[in-house]
């Protein structure tokens, strides 16, 4: 743990993130979770960054509608060059339907998966757990359903394709239970009261991360092909903390935002920088911190945590399959 704050606090409070300066031109991006915080500012970056076409993906239209009218204010362009469609990442239907949608686009270059929950009350849909069905589940979906469409484009373009999934640094102090005996990962999650409510944020951000590296590894970056990192933004401004977490909880959460937060600009940086045209190939598979590729904590990759990565890999890309077959 000591290692992780010391980290953690020369992060927040001695690195600075730089200013985005890569040009966009001609480019479509999408931005899951984009009316609000981190995802709209890093929308905001893209447009002035002259993306030709930045979708935000949401869940209610009317959000981000309004989004796009302060986006599109701001930086002074066209309306047609702001786009919303619905995405609802805890509904599976609406996932497939919306990658489904993205196939009829004339290009994409690059996606920001950073629609996601921190709850510390229990909640299900479709049958799981909210942050194993959003930041897990759902993500690792649109993740893996949108990867076709942009290696197309990049075959099509010949811009290598980026995709980054919005993860955390808390994954470094997850404390996964032992999964290397008989068993689905996913049922053990799904099982209230089965593993404490405040460990589900932090070891969802672990999973994802594992499952993200190995579609990565599945599918080698070349010329024409996608680059797939995991990010962190670190500690920001976020409506992620919006949840009731307790008095005493919240409490702390405000204090500690207070003092170290960065503001949703800045956070905006960090997803922005890990979709970048000039995207070094070496950060394929990887996780950033502050804009550079990073090694996470030794138990990420120890023996047993290598043997958890590979069982649930299997798993969840089964299961990913079985719904987008549509018999789960």
Known sequence: MAPFVVNMLRS?????????????????????????????????????????KVILAVRT??????????????CNVPEEQVEVWELDM???????????????????????????????????????EQHMGVNVVGTIMLLKLLHPVLQRSAEHTGSRGRMTVVG?????????????????????????????????????????????????????VAETNVIVTVQTPGVCESDIFRDDAGLLKSVAMKASMAMLARSAEVGGRTLVHAVTPDLPVDAHGRFLVDCQISDGAPGIDNEEGLAIAKKWSKEIFELVDEIVGGRA
């Open 12 to 52: 927040q409070l001695l690195t600075s993130i730089p200013y985005p300066t890569s040009d966009f031109s001609g480019q479509t991006v999408i931005v899951t979770g984009s009316n609000t915080g981190l995802g709209r500012e890093a929308a905001k970056h893209l447009v002035r960054l002259n993306a030709s």
């Open 61 to 74: 239209i009317s959000k981000g509608t309004a989004a796009a009218a302060d986006i599109i204010a701001s």
């Open 90 to 128: 805890s509904s599976h239907q609406s996932i497939k339907d919306f990658a489904k949608r993205t196939a009829n686009l004339d290009r994409l270059d690059a996606a920001v998966l950073n629609a996601g929950v921190m709850s510390y009350a229990w909640s299900e849909h479709d049958g799981m």
């Open 168 to 220: 955390s640094g808390l994954m470094n102090i997850a404390n996964l239970p032992d999964f290397t005996t008989p068993g689905s990962i996913l049922d053990k999650f799904n099982e209230r009261g089965n593993i404490p409510i405040g460990n589900y944020y932090r070891d969802s951000k672990l999973l994802t991360f594992y499952a993200a590296r190995h579609l990565a590894e599945l599918s080698p």
